[in-house]
C-alpha cells in the first residue's frame, strides 16, 4: 500500500470532489505553494493513487432514463467463460460499471438505457443469450448517489 501523508490525502480527497479544481485553486486550498501542489499531484500519478479523471453525467439528460444492476450466475467459471463475458459486458455501450464479485451471483452490472423496452432487449439480447449466463436477475435503480469522503485509514 502506497504510504501518504496528511497534504496527499487531502489533496486525493478534494480532487475526488471536484476533478477540474485548478492547480492553483486546490493549492490555495491546502495552503502550498502551487508548484509544490503540481509535484504532489504528479507523484500521486506516477505512483496509481490517481490513476484517472472523468466526466460525471446526468443519464436523464442524455435521455437514459432506466438504471438497472444486473445480477448474473454463469454456468461455468471457467477461465475462457469468465473473460468471455467480461469482454461482451465492457463492450455494450449500456454497461456503466462491471462488478466480478462472490456469494450467489458472480456478476453485477450497471446499465443505463433509454427506457423498459430497451431494458428488456438488452436482457434478453445481451444476457440470457449468452451461453455463459445461467440466472439473471434484473434491480431498478430509483435514486443514485455518491459519497464525497473517503475512509480514514489507521
Not at 438497472?68 to 455494450?92: E, N, S
Given at each position: 500500500?502506497?504510504e501518504?501523508?496528511?497534504?496527499?490525502?487531502?489533496?486525493v480527497?478534494?480532487?475526488?470532489?471536484?476533478?477540474?479544481?485548478?492547480?492553483?485553486?486546490?493549492?490555495?486550498?491546502?495552503s502550498?505553494?502551487?508548484?509544490?501542489?503540481?509535484?504532489?499531484?504528479?507523484?500521486?500519478?506516477?505512483?496509481?493513487?490517481?490513476?484517472?479523471?472523468?466526466?460525471?453525467?446526468?443519464?436523464?439528460?442524455?435521455?437514459?432514463?432506466?438504471?438497472?444492476?444486473i445480477?448474473?450466475?454463469?454456468?461455468?467459471?471457467?477461465?475462457?467463460?469468465?473473460?468471455?463475458?467480461?469482454?461482451?459486458?465492457?463492450?455494450?455501450?449500456e454497461?456503466?460499471?462491471?462488478?466480478?464479485?462472490?456469494?450467489?451471483?458472480d456478476?453485477?452490472?450497471?446499465?443505463?438505457?433509454r427506457?423498459?423496452?430497451?431494458?428488456?432487449?438488452?436482457?434478453?439480447?445481451?444476457?440470457t443469450e449468452r451461453?455463459?449466463?445461467?440466472?439473471?436477475e434484473?434491480?431498478?435503480?430509483?435514486?443514485q448517489?455518491?459519497?464525497?469522503?473517503?475512509?480514514?485509514l489507521?
Amino acid at each position: 500500500m502506497t504510504e501518504l501523508d496528511e497534504i496527499d490525502w487531502q489533496i486525493v480527497q478534494a480532487l475526488r470532489n471536484d476533478a477540474r479544481i485548478t492547480n492553483k485553486d486546490l493549492a490555495e486550498r491546502l495552503s502550498i505553494a502551487p508548484s509544490t501542489c503540481l509535484e504532489r499531484v504528479r507523484r500521486l500519478h506516477e505512483r496509481k493513487v490517481i490513476i484517472g479523471h472523468h466526466a460525471e453525467l446526468n443519464p436523464k439528460a442524455l435521455g437514459l432514463n432506466i438504471q438497472a444492476m444486473i445480477a448474473v450466475r454463469l454456468g461455468k467459471h471457467a477461465r475462457k467463460q469468465i473473460t468471455a463475458f467480461h469482454d461482451a459486458m465492457l463492450a455494450m455501450p449500456e454497461t456503466v460499471t462491471l462488478y466480478h464479485i462472490s456469494g450467489a451471483f458472480d456478476y453485477l452490472v450497471h446499465v443505463m438505457v433509454r427506457d423498459t423496452d430497451a431494458l428488456r432487449d438488452l436482457i434478453l439480447n445481451g444476457f440470457t443469450e449468452r451461453p455463459e449466463v445461467e440466472h439473471v436477475e434484473t434491480h431498478l435503480i430509483f435514486e443514485q448517489a455518491r459519497s464525497l469522503s473517503l475512509p480514514e485509514l489507521e
